[in-house]
Structure formats: structure tokens, C-alpha cells
């Protein structure tokens, strides 16, 4: 490893498992002394003891939960460099049969969630005149969708907004705010809930010719967290194996 993020502290929301854990995991190769957060408090402290973290049970949707992450973070370190917020909601529902509440509580972890965090971490970064906050976002919503998408969708459509806005703001302050829009990604919940069959199509869609990892996306946040991206703010990396790219379905050139 590098040690690209030596000497840094990062706060970490969403950790349980999936694209957080594997964050988490990839900070702390690279030097990180972690604070993780999750609303799952028994998978929450696994990660967290897996990787000699301090731990807090955080439900981001609540400003209080975020600043209480905040405040475990500075009193274990002295400090908060990068705070990520990847916490999310993803309920499969037409909008036909979604109610208010639905909404409301996708709106609330996912975006919400994103205020929340910037919020509660911007008076520490604010008086050391740096920071990194990272947000997670996604393909669905700023590019593409699907049925059953339609909160999800708008509230990652919503996190970009909310990047360029807090990017501009808080410039003057030495603080970059950045996110990372993951495509196809193979997690443990993709695992679960989609059989073998429905995955290969899903690997035929992307050019490269498979899911990505974890790993995949933590690496963009890794750059995005690290002293080399300290000139790129206001601004979101694709992490999708090329999903975007084809006008159709038919878009290989070589044979199998």
C-alpha cells in the first residue's frame, strides 16, 4: 500500500457491508484512522472490529445521529479530514404504490442524509480550513432508471445538485465535496436477491463484462479522499465498467 491517507481521520456512514465496508476496508490499507457508522448496529461493529474502528449506531435521515458520529470522531482522533456519506435506501415500489411516508423516508436517508452529513461535519473542517466530504450517488437517477425507481432515482439526482452546490460554497474553506456514481455492483444484497441467471444479464449490458466490486468503487473514493485530488471539486466519477456508453444492446465487436 501508499499510504495516501497517512495521518488522515475519516468518518464513514454505511459501513455494514457492501460498497461502505469495502471503503472502510481500502481507507484503513491506506493509513486511515477510521470512525464507521451504520443503522445496523450488530453487522455495524463487526466491520468496525474487523478493522480496529470506533463504531456508532447512526441513523443519517436525524441531524442529531450525524452530529453524534461527527463529535465519536473527533474525541477518538482529534480531528475529521474526509467524511463519506454512503449510507442508502433502495425499496423496489412503482410510484403508483408509494406512499408519502415512502417517499419521504427515501428522500430522508438518502438525501437528507447527504445535508446531514455535510452539515454536521462542516464546522470542524470549516475551522481547519480543510476537508473531504464524499457522498455516494449512482447511475440511476442522474443518467438512467428502471420501474420501481422512482425515489431512489430523484434522491441520487438530487445528491449531484447538492455536490455542486456545497462544492461552491464551501471552496473558500479549503473543503472539496466530490461523489462517486457506481453502476452494476456485485454486493452481498445483490447476492441475496438476484439469482445467477438475472446477474448474467446484467453482466451482458456492461462492455467490460462484469459486475463490479466493492474494491472498484472504494478505489474512486480513495483518489477522491487523497491529496491527488486536492485541485477536483464539485464534480462526480463513474464507476460502471462502461454501462453507459452503448446506444443498444447489441454493442460487442469481437466475438465471444
Not at 474502528?53 to 445521529?65: C, E, P, Y
Not at 446531514?116 to 432508471?145: D, W
Not at 491529496?227 to 462502461?242: F, R
Amino acid at each position: 500500500m501508499t499510504a495516501r491517507l497517512e495521518g488522515k481521520v475519516a468518518l464513514i456512514i454505511g459501513t455494514a457491508r457492501g460498497i461502505g465496508k469495502g471503503i472502510a476496508q481500502r481507507f484503513a490499507e491506506e493509513g486511515a484512522r477510521l470512525a464507521l457508522a451504520d443503522s445496523e448496529d450488530e453487522a455495524g461493529q463487526a466491520t468496525a472490529s474487523e478493522l480496529g474502528a470506533a463504531f456508532i449506531r447512526t441513523d443519517i435521515s436525524v441531524m442529531a445521529s450525524a452530529e453524534a458520529a461527527v463529535r465519536l470522531a473527533i474525541e477518538r482522533h482529534g480531528r475529521l479530514d474526509i467524511i463519506v456519506q454512503n449510507a442508502g435506501i433502495y425499496p423496489w415500489q412503482l410510484i403508483e404504490n408509494t406512499s408519502p411516508e415512502d417517499w419521504d423516508r427515501v428522500m430522508g436517508v438518502n438525501l437528507r442524509g447527504c445535508f446531514n452529513a455535510a452539515r454536521a461535519a462542516l464546522a470542524p473542517m470549516k475551522a481547519q480550513r480543510s476537508g473531504r466530504m464524499l457522498f455516494t450517488s449512482s447511475i440511476t437517477g442522474p443518467h438512467v432508471t428502471s420501474p420501481g425507481h422512482g425515489h431512489y432515482a430523484a434522491s441520487k439526482a438530487g445528491i449531484n445538485g447538492f455536490i455542486r452546490s456545497a462544492a461552491l460554497e464551501f471552496a473558500g474553506y479549503g473543503i472539496t465535496v466530490n461523489g462517486v456514481e457506481p453502476g452494476n455492483i456485485l454486493t452481498e444484497g445483490i447476492q441475496a436477491h438476484r439469482g445467477p441467471a438475472f446477474i448474467k444479464t446484467m453482466e451482458d449490458a456492461i462492455p467490460l463484462g462484469r459486475l463490479g466490486s466493492p474494491r472498484d468503487v472504494a478505489n474512486a473514493f480513495l483518489f477522491l479522499a487523497s491529496d491527488d485530488a486536492s485541485y477536483v471539486t464539485g464534480t462526480t466519477i463513474v464507476v460502471d465498467g462502461g454501462q453507459l456508453l452503448p446506444e443498444g444492446a447489441d454493442f460487442r465487436i469481437l466475438p465471444p
